[in-house]
């Protein structure tokens, strides 16, 4: 049973605390962690990298707070990062999350911490997934109908000892999930394992065909994103990330910020720069207004004069090469 939901110390200490465990597991097992960002309303807090494999994390004391824009932008961030979203997270509104079960909102997946650590640590991975209507398993479909051919059960006999109609017992064989006690049923029956297990980090969330497309976007910066539109980028604003888009041309990815003022900028500057090495993909800050600076922490600064005057997405790649200068990691 799920454990009463504590109140104590703040949601903001809480999630710090957090956001610091997680860090600390993923970098237990060989990931390139991002540092923390520290910024505020924004749609994750990690991002971490093992060989080819690229997580996004947020971190959530109450996972009922995600909403379904920030659950959107995930999905999106995912697909154009080829990157896996995933939550974890305390509690809900009701109730302490339990280890071991998979649960989604808005279709992102979200695990309780102990869930995630056994996951990473241990490669113990959960078998149980909540939906509505309580608490499912997926069957080994295909292992389901061999040993029910190879044994002669019919349909009915299986449904009568399941509890379930035989049709029941056919949706199950092509896939589809069982509760855990009809499940547990047809494990007794058959006198053999048939759950698979559940990776929360290969989990396939149906993302909007729709990205937003630059037509939609009504933010002060879409003069900036039109101009990157014309030289051949593609262009998905993003409406709670550290970057403001991420503009796309054939196998190149490119992070992009708007800095609109020095401190915010260098701030600005700093974050996408640690994302874009950890994503291992390039990034840029357009600014407004000159500077004598040509990079912070290796990300390269573009002025919105400069780019008005490119005439190809090879040049404005030509300009970033030229200007960027990469840290030790």
């Known amino acids: 049973m799920a454990k009463p939901v504590r109140h104590g110390r703040s949601v903001a200490s809480d999630r710090e605390q957090l956001i ?3 860090r600390e597991t993923l970098a237990k097992c060989g990931f390139y962690v991002s540092n923390p960002h520290n910024l505020r309303s924004i749609s994750f807090d990690l991002v971490a990298r093992r060989d080819r494999q690229l997580l996004i994390v947020k971190a959530l004391c109450n996972i009922d707070s995600l909403s379904s824009g920030d659950a959107e932008e995930l999905k999106v961030l995912g697909r154009l990062l080829n990157a ?11 109730a302490e999350l339990e ?3 998979l649960y989604t909102r808005f279709g992102v997946p979200i695990v309780s911490e102990g869930t995630f650590a056994e996951f990473m640590l241990e490669g113990v991975p959960p078998l149980v997934y909540a939906a509505p209507g309580g608490l499912y398993v997926r069957l080994d479909g295909e292992m389901l109908k061999q040993l029910r051919q190879e044994r002669a059960i019919s349909l009915g006999t299986l449904a009568e000892a399941a509890g379930v109609s ?3 017992i056919q949706m199950y064989e092509s896939g589809m999930g069982a509760m855990m006690d009809i499940a547990s049923r047809i494990e007794e029956f058959l006198d053999a394992p048939l759950l698979v297990p559940l990776d929360p980090f290969t989990y396939i969330a149906e993302v909007a065909e729709n990205l937003k497309v630059l037509e939609d976007f009504e933010g002060h910066n ?12 593609s262009v998905v604003p993003t409406r709670k990330a550290p970057f403001d888009a991420l503009a796309s041309e054939e196998e190149l990815l490119l ?7 020095p401190r915010m900028t260098e701030k600005k500057a700093k974050v ?6 950890v994503t291992e993909r390039k990034s840029v800050i357009i600014i407004h207004k000159r500077t004598s600076i040509e990079e912070i922490d290796g990300t390269p600064l573009v002025t919105k004069d400069e780019l ?7 040049d404005l790649m030509e300009l970033i090469l030229k200007r960027e200068k990469r840290p030790m990691q």
């Open 222 to 233: 879409k003069d900036i994103f039109e101009m990157m539109r014309e030289i051949g980028y």
């Open 272 to 277: 996408v720069g640690n994302l874009s090495r």
């Open 84 to 94: 896996s979203p995933a939550v974890i997270g305390l509690h809900s509104s009701s």
């Open 99 to 101: 280890d071991g079960i």
């Open 166 to 168: 035989r049709k029941a």
């Open 20 to 22: 610091r465990r997680i």
């Open 308 to 314: 008005r005057r490119v005439d190809h997405s090879d």
């Open 255 to 261: 992070l992009t910020g708007i800095g609109e003022d």
